[in-house]
């Protein structure tokens, strides 16, 4: 069964720190990972996915298979990167995005 | 071009009741996913249509149901609602081959 686990409800960090927000993930074959982000009151939207690995506002996120993560990751905080990121994993064409409990940053100054 | 859109925006209905929410995707679109985000559980797939047969399912009880029409606007039934249906329903549309999701605002549904 495809599973994406998300441990941290809340990650609060100041700005100019780095981030890192973990994703989990369980699935036997060849995933694809993504990173959506909800900002407050805002729909919820794409940020990243792995296989255009790529880094969208500053943002970036590589998948591990050996350890089954796809975390993301960014090097300085900012305050607008406040808002709700969700995990979310796809195995396959066809098949349904299941989306881990996601992860709410709160960046401060 | 539109975006996904989702009516009515917010729903108050009763115990037992039952309700339909309507979604109407991107010019295109043939996907059409449903998802209940709640603050506990954040987002859980309910089901996807695409070209008017469901392709996917979640594990949701089948007061749940869904149908999706041939200009793939795409309706999701609830009957007999519980306390526990109240949330966020929110519908998301794309070309239906993998490629990102699109999403509406959502309707909220609080069940009395």
């Known amino acids: 069964a495809q599973r994406v686990t998300q441990p941290e409800k809340l990650l609060s960090v100041f700005k100019g720190a780095p981030v890192e927000l973990k994703c989990n993930y369980s699935?036997?074959?060849?995933?694809?990972l993504f990173w959506y982000v909800q900002y407050s009151r805002q729909r919820l939207q794409l940020l990243l996915r792995?296989?255009s690995r790529e880094s969208i506002k500053g943002f970036t996120a590589d998948l591990n298979k050996g350890e089954t993560s796809f975390h993301l990751k960014k090097p300085f905080a900012q305050e607008e990167d406040s808002a709700m990121y969700y995990c979310?994993?796809?195995?396959?064409?066809?098949?349904?995005?299941?989306f881990g409990k996601g992860t709410t940053l709160s960046v401060s100054s | 071009k539109a975006g996904v859109t989702q009516t009515p925006r917010y729903l108050i209905k009763t115990r037992g009741q039952q309700v339909t929410l309507s979604c109407s995707p991107i010019?295109?679109?043939?996907?059409v996913s449903w998802y209940q985000q709640t603050p506990g559980q954040g987002l859980q797939f309910l089901f996807e249509y695409f070209s008017e047969t469901q392709r996917n399912k979640g594990n949701f009880p089948g007061r749940f149901s869904g149908r999706q029409f041939s200009n793939s606007r795409s309706e999701m039934n609830v009957s007999t609602l519980e306390l526990g249906d109240s949330a966020l329903y929110l519908c998301?549309?794309?070309?239906?081959?993998?490629?990102?999701?699109?999403f509406g605002s959502g309707t909220q549904l609080s069940v009395l």
């Open positions: 998301a549309s794309s070309l239906g081959g993998g490629e990102k999701l699109f």
């Open positions: 010019s295109g679109h043939r996907s």
């Open positions: 979310a994993l796809r195995g396959g064409a066809g098949t349904a995005l299941i």
């Open positions: 792995h296989i």
């Open positions: 699935y036997s074959g060849s995933p694809e």
